[in-house]
């Protein structure tokens, strides 16, 4: 009997080391950007301008030489004093399920799937046999990301210049904890009506061509755990802390009979 234990207890243990080793996370299951070297002299893209969509709400501002010409056009402004994000949000124009904002004086206008460039070039023509010398400033008020999973600061995130890459969206959040999944990060985006998902590997550098690593408005970013982070989860069993177990019912076993 004490010979068949003692098989028993070195099979427990061969099987603990092999499961501890594989439950362990290797060098390249860690490091970000592993090739780096690739990006060494890469172009990078400078023009990248969000593209407006339903439900977004716009801050526009007209100026000139001029004020009085412009007023008609300006909505009423807030006082400096009672400006926040909440009373810019009510001053701003809302764009309609049919990508239009009604402007004052000249009505509806055509904004969905233009930037904001184009959209001030739009109104600067329109404003022109109004006011020659008139400066159209466009912004995107509600212009966030938000961040969820395995990040230190899961939370939804305005960001003000309205460009934000993946890496930067990341950073905002606090970076991956150690039982992120760096393998297998999820971005859901918005598009044309339908809900477009793509899976990002951010250990190697493919996805800095990818469309997803500039980040649009209203992007939700998701970190899957990694399997270590599912085990500590308690929904699947913890391999190494079972053997574990095991080993420890199967030595107090061997004292007893001894």
């Known amino acids: 009997m004490q010979h068949n234990l003692n098989q028993y207890m070195r099979r427990a243990f061969l099987v603990l080391l092999i499961g501890s080793l594989l439950s362990c996370a290797t060098k390249k299951e860690i490091i970000y950007f592993q090739d780096s070297e690739a990006l060494d002299q890469s172009e990078i893209q400078k023009a990248f301008e969000p593209l407006i969509e339903p439900n977004d709400i716009l801050h526009i501002s007209l100026s000139s030489f001029d004020e009085l010409l412009v007023a008609p056009f300006n909505k009423e402004r807030i006082a400096e004093n009672a400006v926040n994000s909440q009373s810019l949000s009510l001053q701003g124009y809302l764009v309609s399920s049919e990508g239009t904002i009604n402007f004052p004086v000249l009505g509806s206008i055509p904004v969905g799937g233009k ?3 184009e959209i001030e070039q739009l109104l600067k023509s329109k404003l022109s ?3 020659t010398d008139v400066v159209v400033d466009v912004r995107i008020l509600n212009f966030k990301v938000t961040v969820l999973g395995e990040v230190s600061k899961p939370g939804v995130y305005t960001i003000q210049n309205e460009r934000i890459t993946l890496p930067e969206a990341l950073g ?3 970076d991956l904890t150690a039982d992120g ?7 859901i985006r918005e598009e044309d009506g339908k809900r477009v998902v793509s899976k990002i590997d951010i250990t190697g550098t493919e996805f800095f061509g990818s469309p ?8 939700v970013i998701y970190v899957e755990p990694s399997l270590r982070g599912v085990k500590k989860s308690g929904f699947i ?3 190494p ?3 574990s177990l095991v080993t420890v019912v199967l030595s107090a076993v061997i004292i007893i009979t001894r």
């Open 241 to 243: 802390a079972l053997l």
């Open 172 to 174: 905002l959040a606090g």
């Open 237 to 239: 069993p913890d391999i």
């Open 181 to 187: 999944d760096r393998n297998n990060i999820t971005v």
């Open 115 to 117: 930037s904001r460039s």
């Open 129 to 131: 046999e109004y006011v």
């Open 212 to 219: 997803f690593f500039f980040l649009k408005q209203n992007d």
